[in-house]
């Protein structure tokens, strides 16, 4: 056989498979489009098709490539999912959809163990059982929204922030399963140790990559082209996954976190829009690859428990997240819409369920169950957030009166807290200090014990050098860990009390030891006991004698970092407050759309107040905001204006601008354009200007070009006097030039 003949037999299952794969996948998706269904659900069927569990089909040959490209389409999943993610989401989303998600998590968690031991499965089956029901599919809820046109409604913010916390457990949790699938044992103290570890590296990673990628990428802006970022941008995304398998954790958890990296960036949407079409394909494999472990005797032999399983996903979480709501402080209704829109399970599932069989720590029923739950609770999430609204009111007519009055009072005393204590804000600011500042010491250190000690072995005076160099690059550190004021106003407030100040000098002296141990850690890993004692000594002394210089070093690496972490939101200068929003109020953000009849008008015309009931928080115009408008400000394409209202008074804003965009006649042609030209001989326009022929009118054209006595004039004035034989260049509509023409 020759070498083309053995490269073509080797090439053919792979090409043919993945051939096979989206050829079905296509066809599935356009069904699914036309049925108004999850595409997910159509990847889930052509899976299924080209499988080895249905006969009637050609199925796929080789299932290692097709794992592999699987693997691959989670990592740009969990990439992909980084990118919309971002810390600062996390920070804003608040107490509410944290209580919410974690109320939710924490008992489906419980629920879905006790469900598995019940039914009689496996520990670890029913582990990963309760993992797989806790996590919600984003997916499956943004389609929902969309369709559902709700996505302006207040429940709908909750249930976005919850989603975003669930993610981030999610990825937490991957690690923990991993943790205990590898050790086949519940240690608490390896557990401690996974979750501290996972901690330390988040925080490492998260510093590090907003310190050093956005100024890369802004650095070599002008250099890169959309082709360059995207593959700059691919290329670091799986240099953070290499970097999380050689620590021990799972490629996904790369990826996610370099995606929440670069979703801090300036280009983060633009990247986002490039990385698209690879997440889609990929993504379209890695469900394909799902709907392929579908096994129908399976499924029918294990029916039972998916009903079960179903039932358990749909009421359990609908009613944890509900209580989870109300624990936040939200009214009754919202928290019934948010509980009922939390109700099912997706993508996550499938990947956490694939862990487990990668792992070989679950049963192979167990990921068939899992996509059969799945596709049922895809197609009952849309009429579950269709009738939360019609149930929340039937519910509050049916529940005692002193229960709701209950729910209103505890909801309205929650929303009322608003402030943090002092004593709040400064514990607050001084463990951030510490973690922050304790995590990249000891990262330095120990990467400098790793990397540069050894490279200075052989030489006389290498181990004091290599600390010298080590501990001029901490020096800063140090200094913000053990001297750097925070929350000042705050502790100035405290101090004046008596019984406060102990705490705080407490607080303050842990501080300087926990300096002093990270100096002894320093120099244990580089001298003896004898010299680090000596050096320990000369370098106090040292750090005491430049205190002004480490503080402006520090404060120009903070000064960095704080620039780079809020740099997209400064560009885009959306100053959402929905701290503003008393009451059932919230704030909502509009486009004034091109074709908008409203455009062009002042608020004190359109009455937006007295029709609907609404207020203008403020109007975004490119890169200009006007807080608080006044009535005669005027409206204009392309305005980003920011509405408070109720669910009810935003709704009927959205048909309002919905009623009075301008939309094409579809029974009205297009007019075809073309340049002609004739001329002149018609006694009706020699003599007259080219104003007073009407010939723009006539022939709802322009006249573009003379040419008269063998010279050509562009663009001629519109006061020009037209003369016999002047040759006319028109561009206008066909018809009527060509009527024109004929006179």
């Not at 399963?177 to 501290?196: D, K, M, N, P, R």
Request: charge should be positive; hydrophobic fraction near 50%; aromatic fraction near 10%.
């Amino acid at each position: 056989m020759s070498p083309a003949e053995t490269a073509t037999h080797h090439l053919y299952p792979l090409i043919s498979d993945l051939g096979l794969i989206l050829m079905t996948a296509a066809v599935a998706v356009l069904l699914f489009k036309a049925i108004r269904q999850p595409l997910v659900l159509g990847y889930l069927i052509a899976g299924f098709l080209a499988g080895n569990h249905f006969d009637f089909f050609p199925s796929v040959q080789d299932h290692k490539s097709v794992e592999v490209w699987a693997e691959i389409g989670v990592i740009f999943l969990l990439f992909s999912l980084g990118l919309e993610f971002s810390f600062k989401k996390l920070m804003k989303v608040g107490g509410t959809a944290s209580i919410t998600a974690i109320t939710q998590i924490v008992s489906m968690v419980f629920i879905g163990f006790w469900v598995g031991q019940w039914m009689g499965w496996a520990k670890m089956d029913s582990i990963f059982l309760g993992v797989i029901l806790s996590i919600s599919s984003t997916t499956i809820i943004l389609r929902a929204f969309d369709e559902l046109g709700v996505k302006g409604k207040k429940f709908a913010g909750i249930v976005f922030g919850a989603l975003i916390v669930e993610d981030i457990v999610a990825i937490v949790m991957m690690v923990l399963l991993s943790t205990i699938a590898v050790s086949q044992q519940f240690s608490g103290y390896q557990l401690i140790e996974s979750v501290l570890k996972l901690c330390f590296f988040l925080t490492l990673w998260f510093l590090g990559g907003i310190f050093f990628i956005p100024t890369l990428l802004k650095k070599a802006k002008n250099l890169l082209s959309d082709e360059m970022l995207l593959i700059t941008s691919l290329a670091l995304c799986l240099m953070m996954v290499i970097l999380a398998s050689n620590v021990g954790f799972s490629p996904a958890l790369g990826a996610f976190i370099m995606g929440s990296i670069i979703a801090e960036t300036t280009q983060a949407e633009h990247i986002e829009h490039l990385v698209k079409p690879v997440k889609d394909l990929f993504g379209a494999v890695f469900f394909v690859s799902v709907g392929m472990l579908i096994n129908l005797d399976t499924l029918v032999e294990y029916a039972i428990p998916v009903a079960i399983i179903t039932l358990v996903t749909i009421f359990g979480k609908s009613i944890s997240s509900t209580i989870g709501a109300l624990l936040s402080g939200q009214p009754l209704k919202q928290s019934v819409q948010t509980g009922m829109s939390l109700a099912q399970i997706g993508e996550f599932s499938f990947i956490i369920a694939t862990l487990g069989m990668t792992l070989k720590v679950t049963s192979d029923f167990l990921y068939p169950i899992v996509v059969a739950v799945s596709a049922v609770t895809t197609f009952t999430t849309p009429f579950l957030i269709k009738f939360a609204t019609p149930f929340a009111e039937k519910l509050e007519q049916k529940l005692p009166r002193k229960w709701i009055k209950r729910i209103e009072k505890y909801s309205s005393n929650a929303q009322a807290i608003k402030t943090a204590s002092n004593w709040q804000i400064v514990l607050r600011a001084y463990i951030l200090q510490i973690i922050i500042h304790s995590v990249i010491i000891t990262a330095i250190i120990l990467l400098s014990a790793r990397y540069v000690l050894p490279m200075t072995e052989g030489s006389k005076f290498g181990n004091i050098l290599a600390a010298l160099g080590t501990l001029i690059v901490l020096s800063p550190f140090l200094w913000a860990l053990s001297l750097r004021r925070v929350a000042v106003e705050q502790v100035k407030a405290l101090m004046v009390e008596r019984r406060h100040r102990g705490p705080i000098v407490m607080m303050v002296l842990f501080r300087f030891v926990l300096t002093l141990f990270f100096l002894g850690f320093l120099l244990d890993n580089f001298f003896s006991a004898e010299v680090a004692y000596i050096t320990f000594f000369v370098s106090v002394i040292l750090y005491a004698l430049f205190p002004r210089k480490l503080n402006r070093q520090y404060h120009r690496i903070e000064t960095h970092f704080m620039r780079n972490f809020n740099a997209r939101e400064i560009l885009k200068s959306k100053s959402q407050r929905s701290d503003l929003t008393p009451w059932e109020g919230h704030m909502t953000i509009f486009d004034i759309a091109k074709e908008s009849n409203i455009a062009g008008k002042t608020l004190k015309e359109l009455k937006l107040r007295e029709k609907m009931g609404i207020n203008i928080a403020f109007i975004k115009r490119g890169d200009v905001s006007i807080n608080i408008p006044n009535r005669n400000e005027r409206l204009f394409p392309g305005d980003e204006i920011c509405v408070i209202g109720t669910d009810d008074q935003v709704l009927a804003f959205q048909k309002y601008l919905d009623q009075n965009e301008i939309e094409p006649s579809e029974n009205v042609t297009e007019a075809e354009i073309v340049l002609q030209q004739f001329e002149l001989r018609d006694e009706d326009y020699i003599g007259k200007s080219i104003r007073e022929s009407q010939l723009r009118e006539k022939t709802n054209g322009l006249v573009v070009g003379i040419e008269r006595g063998g010279k050509r004039i562009l663009n001629p004035d519109s006061l020009l006097v037209l003369e016999p034989y002047d040759i006319l260049w028109i561009v206008g509509e066909k018809k009527l030039l060509t009527n024109l023409n004929t006179k």
